[in-house]
Nanobody
Framework: QAPLVESGGGLAQTGGSLRLSCPASGRDFPIYAVGWFRQTPGKEREFLATVKWSDLSTITSDSVKGRFTISRDSAQNSVYLQTESLKPEDTAVYYC??????????????????WGQGTQVTVSS
């Protein structure tokens, strides 16, 4: 069984873009929603965006709305986070997470049961 592993992180310049991937489906757990979070040293893990599996509805944090877009590629069974107009403040470890059962807390860490190891995004100034 393959682990939940994010990919697509790396180095970017200010104003650049990166596409992060999360291969979440086709595994031994059900999926209610898949979300993206990020964390920098000394700060709380921050909610970015989530997509509900049943109807593909999305929620995006105001802090990144208009720059970051979450989507699902059903053919490839992956969830993506497209990041645009990157800023140095976006530098963080980005995590993919799966909520395996219905929950009200889709904007909260506790709403999710399975987490990836994270992928580093570094934006130069």
């Amino acid at each position: 069984q393959a682990p939940l592993v994010e990919s697509g992180g790396g180095l970017a310049q200010t104003g650049g873009s990166l596409r992060l991937s999360c291969p979440a489906s086709g595994r031994d757990f059900p999926i209610y929603a898949v979300g993206w979070f990020r964390q920098t040293p000394g700060k709380e893990r921050e909610f970015l965006a989530t997509v509900k599996w049943s109807d593909l509805s999305t929620i995006t944090s105001d802090s990144v709305k208009g720059r970051f877009t979450i989507s699902r590629d059903s053919a490839q069974n992956s969830v993506y986070l497209q990041t645009e107009s990157l800023k140095p403040e976006d530098t963080a470890v980005y995590y993919c997470a799966v909520a395996t059962k219905p929950t009200y807390y889709l904007r909260e860490i506790d709403g999710y049961d399975i987490w990836g190891q994270g992928t580093q995004v570094t934006v130069s100034s």
